[in-house]
């Protein structure tokens, strides 16, 4: 009898050289036990230039999925960073818009199921009422783009105030009331915002039932958000884990990034043993 898994355990592609192809990144995947790969669609002019692949570019890449039975399944589009929803420049503005099409239509020829939007009305820029509103108003045409394609958005809770918890991003959820926008909250930024905001991290996810389409896993210690090696940090991986699966979650990335060393493989497999070690063995 065929035993089907019951969550998945994704790896951020930014965990690996930049220089592997994707073939060699999904071998990689498969050898370390993940389930499958979220694309990296960042503010580099080499990641966004993804954007712009041809049908023949796309079509090969989904040959490699199917040769190696590893996907890519999510994507984190940060490029939003560098070219924001409310950026107080109208054409930024509009450069942010495109990026959504793109990435929605990348995403339905290589059958990405989620992408992972960055919780920012602005990041280089001060926030303040436009920039808020410009973001909403902007969010709104984006959820209506998604919609159209049956892909699913979610915001990522990131590292400042303006949406470092799953409260926050589900007030825009709430506003804009369609299933095509969700939240994908990071472990280490909801851990982080408890600490310094006085809440309890736990809580804050129970504030997003029935909206959440994802969790990041990722380590983090009080006032730093990245690069921190799992089992180091202050992250309660299982308690997280326990209550994202009590929540319905039951797909779950790994995030953490290749920082130049030689046993980058290794690091995979212990990351995919660490965090697997977390969860129960049935839901």
């Not at 589009?77 to 990348?106: F, K, V």
């Not at 310094?196 to 997003?208: K, N, Q, R, Y």
Request: aromatic share 10%; hydrophobic share 40%.
């Amino acid at each position: 009898m065929q035993v089907i898994p019951w969550y998945r355990l994704g790896l951020y592609e930014k965990a690996m050289p930049s220089q592997l192809s994707f073939v060699e990144m999904m071998e990689a995947a498969r050898l370390a036990q993940f389930d499958f790969i979220e694309l990296s669609i960042d503010e580099t002019d080499q990641r966004l230039s993804r954007l712009d692949w041809s049908l023949p570019e796309r079509d090969r890449l989904c040959r490699d999925m199917e040769q190696t039975g590893i996907r890519l399944e999510t994507m984190c589009l940060s490029g939003h960073r560098a070219y924001p929803l409310g950026s107080p420049d109208a054409s930024t503005r509009q450069r942010s818009l495109r990026i959504m099409r793109q990435a929605i239509d990348l995403s339905v020829d290589l059958g990405i199921r989620i992408i992972q939007l960055a919780g920012y009305d602005t990041y280089y820029d001060p926030s303040n009422d436009s920039t808020r509103q410009w973001f909403a108003e902007n969010l709104h045409q984006s959820v209506n783009l998604a919609s159209q394609a049956g892909v699913i958005l979610a915001f990522e809770t990131m590292e400042t105030a303006f949406m470092n918890t799953v409260g926050k991003a589900m007030a825009y959820v709430d506003r804009i009331q369609s299933p095509y926008l969700q939240v994908y909250p990071d472990s280490g930024n909801l851990t982080n915002a408890a600490l310094s905001e006085g809440h309890d991290a736990l809580s804050d996810l129970a504030s997003g039932r029935g909206h959440l389409a994802a969790l990041h896993l990722k380590e983090t210690v009080p006032g730093k958000f990245r690069e921190i090696p799992y089992g180091t940090g202050h992250v309660n991986f299982t308690r997280i884990i326990q209550a994202a699966l009590a929540l319905g979650v039951r797909r779950f990335t790994s995030e953490f990034w290749y920082l130049g060393e030689n046993n980058w493989l290794s690091n995979l497999q212990q990351a995919s043993q660490f965090l697997r070690a977390h969860f129960p063995e049935s839901p």
